[in-house]
């Protein structure tokens, strides 16, 4: 698999960039209200710290706002096809907004940190934890 793929894959399944073993959240549901935006602190295979400098994941922001622009086009073309109707829009692009929000939070979170952390096929293969405690 290309380097793109396997960005790709550990974006959409929400797993470590370094290693692609270790899940990003606690709860791989992103419905459930109580922990639906909680992340670990390390990766549970390779001990990548996810928080490389307090106020990391501002950036994320950035993201998810392109993701929800994106959606947002991608209702509108639908819509545009359908016969536009400002109304329609209006409903459609707010439901499906609000259903996706806990996806795109935590895609923007996984994409803006593969933006930063480079995939290691090495440290993927080796089959025991190799956990680190992050230097101080």
């Known amino acids: 698999m290309n380097a793109l793929g396997m ?13 692609h073993q270790g899940d990003l959240f606690i709860n791989k549901n992103p419905y459930k209200i109580e922990n639906w935006d909680k992340m670990h602190a390390n990766c549970s295979h390779c ?19 392109a ?9 509108v ?11 329609v829009y209006f409903l459609s692009n707010t439901v499906v907004l ?6 795109i939070f935590r895609w923007s979170r996984a994409l803006y940190m593969n933006l930063f952390i480079a995939y290691d096929a090495q440290l993927a293969k080796s089959s025991d934890s190799l956990i680190q405690t992050p230097g101080v």
């Open 67 to 75: 993701l929800g622009v994106a959606f947002s086009v991608a209702v």
């Open 7 to 19: 960005k790709l894959r550990s974006v959409v399944g929400q797993s470590c960039p370094r290693c």
């Open 98 to 103: 609000i259903l996706l929000a806990p996806f």
């Open 47 to 65: 001990g990548l710290h996810y928080e490389m400098e307090p106020g990391f994941f501002q950036g994320a922001m950035y993201v998810s706002y």
């Open 77 to 87: 073309i639908v819509n545009v096809i359908l016969g536009f109707n400002p109304l």
